[in-house]
């Protein structure tokens, strides 16, 4: 069966659901995104499909279902300073950042460890069974539960100030992204824990010159502790 073909089947099979909750589509030759955006919030989801050849016979394999979400107003603020000091690539804009916190999630509707080849109608059946399962129990239940930013908030309240912790929520700029998160939710913290991080970013650079790394976190963490400053909350108020 051509991905494509498999593609258009499961879009369509599920175009009633997209409607009704206003998705849009993307689609590649690795799978297809399902996603709403807008300038609060960036909500995706979607499964990877490949093509592979193995022995001159061609297949395709539905690997994953994946979801995320992503809040514009923090990447707009925190992006463009990681990537004019190259400390995040240059290559995306802040509205492409797909993913901005990470938590542990069980997904229900999953595809096992052997993944799933379709070779046929009732393959092909059994995966839009599944994904539409997905997007009900799994990806629209994420969406409600995560969609705003002050829930995301009001969880990262109740973890410890622990490295591995807050750098598996908030990736390895744990300490940009908290600050930024905690001044656009009106929490009078924020501009302390980032004047803290500034100086241990400065102490570090001035005992350490010559490294590049030591300069460009420096320098990231000054523009970020300028920048919100004069950032207005836009929650709690």
Request: aromatic fraction near 16%; include cysteine.
């Amino acid at each position: 069966m051509d991905y494509k073909k498999i593609n258009e089947s499961i879009i369509n099979a599920i175009s009633p659901l997209l409607k009704e909750n206003n998705l849009l589509t993307k689609q590649d030759k690795f799978g297809t995104e399902f996603f709403l955006k807008n300038d609060k919030i960036y909500f995706n989801f979607g499964y990877s499909l490949t093509e592979n050849c193995s022995e001159g016979f061609l297949y395709n394999v539905y690997s994953k279902n994946w979801l995320n979400i992503a809040f514009p107003e923090v990447e707009k603020i925190i992006h463009p300073i990681l990537s004019k000091n190259e400390l995040f690539g240059k290559s995306i804009t802040y509205d492409e950042v797909y993913k901005s916190f990470s938590i542990d999630i069980k997904i229900k509707n999953q595809v096992g460890r052997d993944k799933f080849v379709i070779n046929s109608d009732s393959d092909l059946s059994s995966v839009i069974s599944l994904f539409k399962d997905f997007i009900i129990q799994d990806a629209l239940s994420f969406y409600q539960n995560w969609s705003n930013l002050n829930v995301l908030y009001e969880y990262l309240k109740t973890l410890p100030e622990e490295r591995e912790i807050l750098s598996n929520t908030l990736g390895i700029f744990y300490q940009l992204k908290k600050a930024t998160i905690y001044r656009l939710c009106n929490d009078d913290s924020a501009l302390e824990y980032i004047e803290s991080y500034y100086e241990r970013r400065k102490m570090i650079y001035e005992k350490y010159p010559e490294e590049i790394p030591a300069e460009r976190y420096y320098q990231a963490s000054k523009e970020l502790k300028d920048c919100l400053l004069i950032t207005k909350p836009k929650y709690n108020l």
